[in-house]
């Protein structure tokens, strides 16, 4: 299991998070997602979705934690364990606070070798 937060919805974020956490129930992972906003996904994902948001009532703060927001925000994890995210960004250099934030992560996954290059 892994705690998960990330928007669930239509946007950028949103879109990415809801299909992860999608990609995730269907190899079985079982995640416990935190959405960040209202979360947002089809009459056929309910279901799913409802699940793993009940996981995240009695999630356990020693699986590790995976947060898909933005660079200058990612310090909020329920976990006692490894802190993971990944982020998007547009320019080609980043920001004292996003390079602070993202330094305190166990792990940082880019999206592409351009935002790896940046990071």
Known sequence: MINVCSPVNELGYGTVGRNLVKAMI???VK?????????VVANSEM?????????AKFY?????????WHAWDLSQ???????S????FELDSLK???IYQLSQMDCVFAFGEWSADVM
């Open 77 to 83: 994890h329920p976990t006692k364990s490894k802190r």
């Open 26 to 28: 269907e190899i079985g």
């Open 96 to 98: 004292h606070e996003e």
């Open 47 to 55: 279901a799913a979705f409802a699940k793993a948001v009940e996981r």
């Open 60 to 68: 356990n703060p020693h699986h590790p934690s995976f947060r898909l």
């Open 31 to 39: 995640p416990a997602l935190f959405p960040i906003g209202n979360a």
């Open 85 to 88: 995210a990944a982020t998007f």
